[in-house]
């Protein structure tokens, strides 16, 4: 059975703060892993990682995937209370149009 | 506001009604899913149509039935749901090209939060 597993759980932290945000998994036929922020609605897509080493960059936010070690790592730099949610990693496999979500890691930034 | 538009955003209904959630998306997607998320929980695969066909069926109850009328759209049907189906329902879409298919980011709609009395 496909796994993806977050860590941690929740995290609060100060404007300003650096935080890594962790998703391991363990699937079958990889094919993808997605991170997405969830606050009060729809979760917002944020990178799609396909090969290891690559990192992917947008302003703050950047991911980066090691398929050897199985996880990924999401970084978001000088936080703003704006980056409270909830980050959601997902893994595409070869088994079908679906994805395997992790549990989410809650953020909280304070000001 | 999204690009996968759902409707419609709330949804009180009792144990006996029937009624019905819809999603709509314009992107040329030919993937749809349905999801459900229960509170402080991941979403979870129901449905997914491919080319306007059923691909997957996560084993879900046969009160929750889907129909894909067009490629742009996709419905839920309700009938005779439990409390416990309260929930957030996501409608999602994604490309689906037929040499990267599992390949493409799915966007996701700002759901319906159904509520069953």
């Known amino acids: 059975e496909d796994k993806v597993v977050q860590s941690p759980l929740s995290l609060v932290v100060h404007e300003g703060d650096t935080v890594t945000l962790n998703c391991s998994y363990e699937v079958t036929n990889f094919r993808s892993l997605l991170w997405y922020k969830q606050e009060k609605k729809a979760p917002t897509f944020l990178f799609m990682l396909t090969s290891s080493g690559i990192e992917k960059k947008s302003g703050r936010l950047s991911s980066i995937l090691d398929k050897k070690e199985l996880f990924s790592i999401l970084n978001i730099t000088a936080t703003q209370t704006g980056d409270s949610a909830i980050y959601l990693c997902a893994v595409g496999s070869r088994a079908g149009n679906m994805l395997t979500f992790g549990g989410g890691t809650r953020l909280m930034v304070k000001p | 506001d999204t690009e996968v538009t759902q409707t419609p955003k709330h949804l009180v209904m009792g144990m006996t009604n029937k009624k019905s959630l819809k999603c709509e998306q314009h992107?040329?997607?030919?993937?749809m899913y349905w999801y459900k998320q229960k509170a402080k929980k991941p979403p979870e695969l129901m449905f997914v149509?491919?080319?306007?066909?059923?691909?997957i069926n996560e084993s879900v109850p046969s009160r929750f039935s889907p129909e894909c009328p067009n490629s742009s759209l996709l419905n839920l049907h309700l009938h005779a749901l439990q409390p416990e189906d309260s929930a957030l329902y996501l409608c999602?879409?994604?490309?689906?090209?037929?040499?990267?298919?599992?390949?493409?980011?799915?966007?996701f709609g700002d759901g319906t939060r159904l509520s069953i009395l």
């Open positions: 149509y491919s080319y306007e066909k059923l691909s």
């Open positions: 999602a879409s994604s490309q689906d090209r037929s040499r990267d298919r599992y390949n493409q980011p799915q966007h």
């Open positions: 992107m040329g997607h030919r993937a």
